[in-house]
Every structure is written in structure tokens, then in C-alpha cells.
């Protein structure tokens, strides 16, 4: 594949003018990607203003409660440090709040079928986290010596590193990569010039007017700012996407079909499925463990790279379903 540039000569004026459009969007495309971890943080700060009144009053009151019978604290519990006194007292409140998960967990069970003693996976581990909140607040086991500390702490440990991305092997890793190309695939499509016609004269617009020509060119924008924030996602899984030139990840997801069921398409003309395109992007830049050997050419290690993607989601598939398939879930 070859890679975009400024100076490529090229016979289509409109490719050129398109070129141009997507050269200079990578960088305000850039900044939106650096300002997005502080616009969710203001999301989240949004969130707070959609608590219901009632419950923020609860939680004033736990925590009047907990502050109150830490400074009161019996002789035992007395030389402790402040704040472990008041994770001691919060872990006692939590008590409140674990009833009223489980009244929601057992409701959201009955409204989705589930036999006794049958649950959802994630609720489950809702439940277990719940409990591991109260055990931690009850304090360090060197100051706080408790039944089973050492155990809590290693299933916690456990349960924080499978469920976070950032610890993720490198079989996980190509299948999350996997599932960002499908979505990839999916919503990134370079317009044609014919498109482009098409979306003005829908709007009621003249062609040749500059109104149109910003239409177009707002198109066009949007497109580049999906490879900058596709590359970004990926490199969020390997870093070594990042070098990738955004406007190359563009073109392989834009040509790329999610129908084509990883493989090249029927048709052919150089259309591939999502797994493929990944696999070319992946060996481009020796991200998720895939590197062009000596032996091979780029097309095989491509190949060999879009077969080890969809063999990890395979195996995952597998571990899931004999996981489901051994194991009951408690109600909790």
C-alpha cells in the first residue's frame, strides 16, 4: 500500500485538492484526540448533576455517621490513624448500600429470566466487588489483622487485572485491535467525488458555488479525523500504531469490507475484510506481535498476520464458552 503524501503526483485535480483537505485537518484532528481525556473528565463531572437529591442526602448522612463514630472510636480501634478509622466505619455503612445493589441485581434477574441461583457475569462481579470494597475499608491487614486479608487482597488484585485493559496479553490485545477494525471498517469511507455531488444536490446546493466547495470540504475533514482518532484507539492497545500516518490507516479501513469476513472479498480489486486490513497495518509498524520476516514477503506476512487474529479471537471464543459452559453463577 502505498502511503499518501504531499508530492504525490497524481492525475485526478480533485484527488489532489482532497489530499490537500486531509493533509491539513491531521493536526486540528490531532488536538481534538489530546482534548478528549478532558472532555470526558468534564462528562463525568456532568454525571454528579444527574444524582437524584435523595441519594446524595444518603450519602451525606453515611458519611456524617462514619466521620462521627471515628472520632468517638473505642480504645481498640483508638490508635488507628483517622482515615483508617473512617474506612473502618464507611466498610459498616457500605452494608446499607450492598442491600440495596442486591434488591437491584435480583430485580434486573427476574426481568431477564434467570432461574434460581442463576445471574449475569457481570452482575456477579458486582456483587463480589462490593464486598471487596467493605473488606479493604476495614483496613491494612497490618494494622487491621482480619480472616482471609491476604486472600482478599490476591482475588482483588486478580479481578483489577483482568478487567484492565492496561494488563491485557497480547492474545486480548489482537482481539480488542479486531474488534475496533470491524468498527473501523464500518464507519470509515472515503467519498467519491461523485458522492460528494450527490450530498450538495440533496441539500439543495449548486455544485460549482462555494458553499458546495465547503460542504465538501467538511466531508472530507470528517473522514481524516476518523483515521487520526481510529490510529489513536489503536495505539491505545499498541503503541507502536502510533507511527502509523493516519491518513494510511484511513485509506486501508476505507478500503476495507466488514462483510468480507476477514478475507479478500469475492470481487476482489485489492478490497479486503477488516482482519486483513488490521494485519497490513499491524506488520506496517511490528504492533500486537507481528513482524515481517526475512523469509517472507509483505503480502505473507500479512497473511500470516490476519490468520493469528482471527485464531486468538477464536481461542478466546472457546476459554469464554467453557468458562460459561463450567461454571454456575451465584445469585448475589
Known amino acids: ?105 435480583r430485580t434486573i434477574r427476574d426481568e431477564l429470566g434467570c432461574e434460581d441461583g442463576e445471574t449475569v457475569p457481570s452482575l456477579a462481579l458486582l456483587a463480589e466487588g462490593m464486598r471487596h470494597v467493605r473488606k479493604e475499608l476495614e483496613g491494612p491487614a497490618e494494622v487491621l489483622p482480619m480472616m482471609g486479608a491476604l486472600e482478599a487482597d490476591v482475588r482483588m488484585f486478580r479481578a483489577l487485572q483482568a478487567l484492565s485493559p492496561h494488563f491485557d496479553d497480547r492474545q486480548l490485545k489482537r482481539v480488542r485491535a479486531l474488534h475496533l477494525a470491524e468498527v473501523a471498517a464500518s464507519s470509515v469511507s472515503v467519498p467519491t467525488a461523485e458522492a460528494l455531488d450527490s450530498l450538495v444536490a440533496e441539500e439543495g446546493g449548486d455544485a460549482d458555488d462555494e458553499v458546495a466547495s465547503r460542504m465538501r470540504a467538511e466531508q472530507l475533514k470528517m473522514v481524516a479525523m476518523r483515521g487520526v482518532l481510529f490510529r489513536g484507539d489503536l495505539a491505545g492497545i499498541d503503541d507502536a500504531f502510533g507511527s502509523l500516518d493516519p491518513l494510511v490507516v484511513m485509506e486501508e479501513f476505507s478500503d476495507a469490507t466488514p462483510e468480507g469476513a476477514g478475507g479478500r472479498a469475492q470481487n476482489g480489486a485489492g478490497r479486503t475484510g477488516s482482519a486483513r486490513a488490521l494485519a497490513s497495518l499491524a506488520v506496517s509498524c511490528c504492533a500486537l506481535g507481528f513482524e515481517q520476516r526475512t523469509e517472507e514477503s509483505f503480502d505473507e506476512a500479512v497473511e500470516r498476520a490476519r490468520t493469528g487474529l482471527l485464531m486468538a479471537r477464536s481461542r478466546v471464543r472457546k476459554w469464554a464458552q467453557g468458562f460459561s459452559d463450567e461454571c454456575s453463577y451465584e445469585a448475589g
Not at 36 to 47: K, S, T
Request: hydrophobic share 40%; net charge negative; charged share 35%.
Open 1 to 105: 500500500m502505498e502511503e499518501f503524501n504531499d508530492d504525490v503526483s497524481l492525475d485526478d485535480a480533485s484527488m489532489a485538492g482532497r489530499l490537500l483537505i486531509w493533509r491539513k485537518t491531521i493536526p486540528e484532528a490531532e488536538r481534538m484526540q489530546e482534548a478528549l481525556p478532558r472532555m470526558l473528565q468534564r462528562g463525568d463531572e456532568r454525571r454528579v448533576d444527574n444524582v437524584p437529591q435523595f441519594w446524595k442526602d444518603m450519602v451525606c448522612s453515611m458519611r456524617t455517621q462514619a466521620r462521627a463514630q471515628a472520632e468517638s472510636a473505642t480504645e481498640e480501634l483508638s490508635e488507628l490513624p483517622l482515615e483508617v478509622r473512617r474506612g473502618v466505619f464507611w466498610s459498616r455503612e457500605l452494608l446499607a448500600v450492598e442491600d440495596m445493589l442486591s434488591y437491584l441485581t
